[in-house]
C-alpha cells in the first residue's frame, strides 16, 4: 500500500495527536493496514501473532466465548480507539475476538515489539499511548460497577447514556443514533438475556422513553442523559 495512504490513515488515529508530519511518516514503515468488512474477524489472518491494532474507521465488538459457548461482549469500539495487545507483553486470550460490526472498517496494526520500540523513540506517542489505556481502563471501571451495583434497566439505560455521549447526534431536544447492534449483542454488554433486553426496551418504549427500531434508536435528552 502507498505509503501516502498509510500516512492519512495514521494522521486520523487520536494516537498520532501531537506527532510531526516526518514522526507519523517513520511510523508508516512498520504499519500493516486492513480492510474487514461486516462480521469478519480482525484477528483471523494474523494468527497467534501479538498486535496493537489502531481503529481508523468502522466499529469493532470484542468478545470473548464462556465454558457454555456464551458470548460475552468486553467493549464496542469505535474509531479512533485501540485494542489486542495493549499490555505489550505478548498476551492476547486466545478466547477473545475481534468481530467488524460496519462494512469497510480500517484498521492499522503494528507487532507489539515494534510498537514498543516506536514508543521509546517517541515520548509523545508513549503518552498518548497511555491517556488511551488510562480512558479505556476507566470505562471499564464504570462498566464493572454497573454491573455490581445496578439491576439490568439501570444498566441499559447507562449503556445508553454512554452509547449517547458518544455516537449521538441532537436533533431538537432528542439524542438519535445509528443502531448497530442486535438484542444478542446488547444483552452480551449488560450481562442479561436477549429477553430480558427485549422487555426492557418494549417497557421504554411503552413508557415514552425511547424509539427503537433496526436502524435507529431515538430518546429525549432530558429524560435519558440528565
Not at 494516537?15 to 504499519?31: F, H, K, P, R, Y
Not at 489502531?54 to 456464551?70: A, M, P, Y
Not at 479512533?80 to 492476547?92: A, K, Q, V
Not at 447507562?158 to 431538537?172: L, V, Y
Request: glycine share 6%; with cysteine; charged share 30%.
Amino acid at each position: 500500500m502507498y505509503t501516502e495512504i498509510k500516512y492519512l490513515y495514521l494522521k486520523q488515529h487520536s494516537l498520532t495527536t501531537g506527532l510531526t508530519d516526518a514522526q507519523i511518516l517513520e511510523m508508516t514503515n512498520s504499519v500493516k493496514v486492513k480492510n474487514v468488512k461486516k462480521g469478519e474477524s480482525v484477528y483471523m489472518d494474523d494468527g497467534f501473532e501479538s498486535r496493537i491494532y489502531l481503529l481508523v474507521k468502522g466499529k469493532i465488538k470484542i468478545s470473548e466465548v464462556d465454558d457454555r459457548g456464551d458470548e460475552l461482549i468486553k467493549e464496542i469500539l469505535t474509531a479512533t480507539e485501540m485494542f489486542g495487545d495493549l499490555s505489550l507483553d505478548g498476551s492476547i486470550s486466545d478466547d477473545e475476538f475481534a468481530e467488524s460490526l460496519t462494512e469497510n472498517t480500517v484498521i492499522c496494526s503494528y507487532r507489539s515489539s515494534e510498537f514498543k520500540e516506536l514508543m521509546q523513540l517517541n515520548p509523545v506517542l508513549a503518552m498518548n499511548f497511555i491517556q488511551e489505556v488510562s480512558s479505556k481502563l476507566r470505562r471499564l471501571e464504570s462498566r464493572h460497577s454497573n454491573l455490581v451495583f445496578k439491576d439490568a434497566k439501570s444498566r441499559l439505560i447507562s449503556f445508553f447514556r454512554d452509547w449517547a455521549n458518544r455516537e449521538g447526534k441532537k436533533e431538537g431536544d432528542k439524542i438519535r443514533l445509528n443502531n448497530y447492534l442486535t438484542h444478542n449483542d446488547i444483552a452480551g454488554i449488560i450481562s442479561t438475556s436477549r429477553q430480558s433486553v427485549t422487555t426492557l426496551l418494549n417497557e421504554l418504549k411503552d413508557g415514552g422513553l425511547i424509539f427503537y427500531d433496526r436502524k435507529h434508536i431515538e430518546f429525549s435528552e432530558r429524560q435519558m442523559i440528565n
